[in-house]
């Protein structure tokens, strides 16, 4: 029922462009996913998703054990028809939201004892009751529940949260029993390119379909993110769909594919477009600036979404200044296009054997017009 697939590959970077099958359909890499954290793309429908080229989107394990619980979902059918999404659908393990988000955490070789930010119940989330969540959530791809540190840390720390990790990552296979539900594993280490080594290197021994790279871009330099993904990329095997998690900085994205990544998730395209920060092909603009009040340009003129090819920049800083819902909408849905766009340009180049020179251009526009100091 799965089945990932390298169709093209970059002579010169370690850029790939695959075929990645699920039971909700052949999903093509490199590409961009958004965020659904409670079961929706912030500000966005199903059918606008869609619209706008997105073919898998995440669900957070974290949150819909903590409402509406994974029973009611499974009630309504799986998080597919309780979302009315057709799509593909990963959810993550709820690992990270534990560490960063829950009060009063526990951790123990067994699992994590916190408290909901939302109500501070007491909760004590397992590998298997993490796995036992994204069973009954019915996503295509679940996540291994795993232990990631903030940044920095020291090297014993690190490596005490990888070897739990590792032991979490076997518990969770050895639990995991859904039929058309692809389990991936989560390579954790720091910035410590032993630590990566050892991690990656037990998990394939594990033999999962699919491996997530976590623990990066929560501070660190992007150079340092860079080093750990050209550690990793021949460690990883060649065969299998590789995922950089929570990423989601256009520079960051094109640098990652051209070391091999595959598949990335952010919420930056909606929690930025409620904030009125855009992506553009030439940087980042604060829309809410005073600059753009008779600006009667596209977001972005080379872009071709419903929002550029409708409104102005001053038309939605008006909305902005008014308080509108609508300012909001326009703007996720601009950045989710440039995202899920740019990983499909990327994919195109990587086919026409083009990539090394889309890399160098598109980092040249980014870099040169990257100064709205307003953003």
């Avoid at 998703?49 to 979902?73: C, F, K, M, S, W």
């Avoid at 990652?256 to 595959?262: F, H, K, P, Y």
């Avoid at 296009?337 to 086919?351: N, P, S």
């Amino acid at each position: 029922m799965f089945e990932f697939k390298i169709i093209a590959e970059c002579p010169v970077t370690g850029a790939r462009a695959g075929e990645f099958v699920t039971p909700h359909g052949t999903v093509e890499t490199p590409l961009f996913m958004p965020v659904g954290t409670q079961a929706t793309v912030k500000a966005m429908t199903p059918a606008e998703l869609e619209e706008l080229g997105a073919r898998i989107i995440l669900g957070n394990t974290y949150h819909l054990y903590l409402r509406p619980g994974a029973d009611v979902v499974s009630e309504a059918g799986g998080l597919h028809r309780f979302m009315g999404w057709d799509g593909g659908l990963l959810t993550d393990s709820g690992g990270f939201q534990v560490f960063s988000l829950a009060q009063l955490r526990r951790i123990t070789d067994d699992g994590v004892e916190f408290r909901s930010h939302i109500d501070g119940s007491s909760h004590f989330m397992t590998p298997e009751l993490s796995i036992d969540v994204q069973q009954k959530l019915g996503s295509d791809i679940a996540m291994c529940f795993d232990e990631c540190v903030k940044l920095p840390t020291t090297k014993e720390a690190s490596h005490e949260a990888v070897e739990r990790t590792l032991r979490w990552a076997r518990r969770c296979k050895e639990f995991h029993t859904k039929d058309g539900q692809a389990l991936f594993g989560i390579v954790q280490g720091g910035l410590f390119e032993d630590q990566r080594l050892l991690c990656s290197e037990r998990l394939v021994e594990m033999d999962f379909p699919g491996y997530g790279i976590g623990g990066l871009s929560v501070g660190e330099p992007a150079e340092e993110m860079y080093r750990i993904l050209d550690v990793l990329s021949p460690a990883l095997p060649k065969e299998r769909p590789r995922y950089l998690m929570g990423v989601g900085m256009p520079d960051n994205l094109v640098e990652a594919v051209s070391r091999g990544i595959d598949m990335f998730d952010c919420v930056l395209p909606t929690r930025n477009g409620r904030n009125g920060n855009l992506l553009t092909r030439i940087g980042r603009i604060n829309i809410k600036n005073a600059a753009y009040e008779r600006d009667f340009r596209p977001i972005d003129e080379s872009c071709g979404c419903y929002s550029c090819a409708n409104f102005t920049r001053a038309y939605i800083r008006h909305l902005y200044k008014c308080g509108e819902i609508l300012a909001a909408r326009l703007c996720s849905w601009h950045n989710l296009h440039f995202l899920v766009g740019l990983m499909k340009e990327a994919r195109k180049a990587i086919i026409e054997r083009r990539y090394f020179e889309f890399y160098k251009y598109f980092l040249r526009d980014w870099f040169a017009g990257d100064a709205d100091d307003g953003f």
